[in-house]
């Protein structure tokens, strides 16, 4: 019998373990004596049932040759669903912002301001672009049935002064039947409502960022004055739930906000009442951005912090967590076969991103500075082929210390812009690594302790 490493086990209590296949997400619970059996590898110990069990669930397989065979066809699969995904299209109309965020990013920005020439005719040659992309895509793999997204973003894409080039982005999206959705901070939403209602059938969502209650918010999400801009948004993000419009708010955490959550929450659970077109979620902030590091707080210890405020206070349950493993740990709790990975991202996949200087980039966190960028498309196309290549490579397939990473599956080699203000420069060719062994352990445990399980 040969044992799989790509396991994770966990103590539960004296009698018993957590036992994880890290590639498919089957999850047992095993009593320690078998535990014991299995990894001194004394399996002709152990109960037939058991061992058809861990072998029909791929814990074990008869013979490591039939182990290899079956991760050189799994990660074929993977490979050819990954090149072939759908390709994502990120659009930015314009630098320019309305707000000064503390932890802004954007105040690093290389480039800043709008279009060099007519911003329409730069949408024309965006989509263009576009076309020309999803040419390329379909001869070689086909029509595609999935949704063709179109993110706007910038800098403030929803600037009142943009409303002209922001509904023709509309046009020009409808009439290739794509889908819409607008990463804003909201704060001018309200010169868009008739807009959106007009295409209403493309625009998924709009993504807005909230960072607390009013007296948290308004310290961090500032006007250029230093005034708060709470208000303004939250009349906006209502307005804009009022016309139907789904709201994916996005609370940014940080050691300044992280015990005020529940406020939060109430103040969510009392205004929206668990409306379904407000989805908010939660992100523990990975680096300072312009703020510096000194907030940042550690994954594992926010993960924990945020299931203590949610015993104490049931509105928490009103967020959606974006923990690293959340994807994997939620395929256990909704019994569904896990989806493994081996790249981290759309930056590795089909996604490309064109700017309105005319750059082209692969991943968000590379948007409006030089060294990231990997093409331009005006006036004439040209692209970094090794650039391109490095962000296609971008495998566990590829990078050295990911091939032997028995958590591979689920990381996908990791996010390199998560730490890049810190370390100046994100390094596409190399690993980023996260500590899935705390984190895996740290949520399944919470997660039953909140089901009763434990
Ligand atoms: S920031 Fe990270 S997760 Fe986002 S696109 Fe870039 S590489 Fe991917
Ligand atoms: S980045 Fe690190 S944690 Fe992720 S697969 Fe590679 S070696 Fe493993």
């Known amino acids: 019998m040969f044992l799989i490493k790509e396991i994770e086990f966990i103590d539960y209590n ?206 961090r999400r500032i006007f250029q004055d230093g005034r708060g801009s709470f208000d303004l948004i939250m009349k906006n993000i209502k307005l804009a739930i009022k016309k139907d419009i789904l709201i994916v708010l996005r609370v940014n955490i940080d050691e300044t906000n992280i015990n005020e959550l529940p406020d939060l929450a109430d103040t969510l659970v009392n205004e929206f009442n668990s409306n379904e077109r407000l989805k908010p979620y939660l992100y523990l902030l990975q680096d300072g951005g312009c703020s510096g590091e000194q907030n940042i707080v550690d994954e594992k210890i926010g993960i924990k912090k945020i299931f203590e405020l949610e015993e104490k206070n049931p509105n928490m349950s009103i967020f959606r967590k974006k923990f690293h493993p959340e994807n994997f740990i939620e395929s256990i709790f909704n019994d569904e076969v896990y989806q493994p990975v081996l790249r981290h991202c759309g930056a590795s996949k089909n996604q490309f991103i064109l700017d309105c200087k005319s750059n082209v980039y692969k991943c968000w966190h590379g948007i409006g500075n030089n060294d990231y960028r990997v093409g331009t498309f005006y006036p004439t196309y040209e692209l970094n082929e090794e650039k391109i290549n490095d962000w296609f490579n971008r495998s566990v397939k ?33 690993p980023s690594c996260v500590n899935y062994e705390e984190l895996i352990k740290t949520i399944m445990l919470e997660k039953m302790k909140k089901y009763n399980i434990l």
């Open 14 to 219: 004296e009698k018993e373990v957590i036992m994880i296949n890290l590639i498919n997400g089957a999850t047992d619970i095993i009593e320690k004596r078998i535990y014991d059996l299995i990894i001194n590898n004394r399996f002709d110990e152990i109960d037939d049932e058991v061992l058809s069990c861990m072998l029909e669930r791929k814990y074990l397989f008869k013979t490591k040759n039939e182990y290899n065979i079956f991760l050189k066809e799994l990660d074929s699969r993977i490979e050819m669903l990954e090149k072939s995904a759908t390709p994502n299209f990120l659009v930015v109309p314009s630098y320019a912002c309305n707000l000064h965020c503390i932890y802004c990013y954007e105040q690093t920005y290389m480039i800043k301001g709008t279009t060099n020439i007519d911003p329409i005719k730069m949408v024309d040659i965006q989509f263009d672009r576009i076309d020309k992309i999803m040419e390329i895509y379909e001869n070689r793999y086909g029509r595609t049935n999935d949704d063709i997204r179109i993110t706007i973003m910038g800098g403030e894409p929803l600037l009142r002064c943009n409303l002209k080039t922001i509904k023709y982005i509309f046009m020009k999206t409808k009439e290739r039947n794509y889908t819409i959705d607008i990463v804003s901070n909201g704060v001018d939403l309200n010169h868009y409502i008739d807009l959106f209602n007009e295409y209403k059938d493309i625009l998924d969502h709009i993504q807005i960022t909230v960072d607390g209650i009013k007296e948290i918010h308004d310290k």
């Open 398 to 430: 590829v990078i050295s210390k990911c091939k032997n990473c028995k958590y591979r599956y689920i990381c996908g080699t990791g996010c390199p812009a998560a730490k890049h203000m810190s370390d100046e420069n994100m390094d596409v060719k190399g």
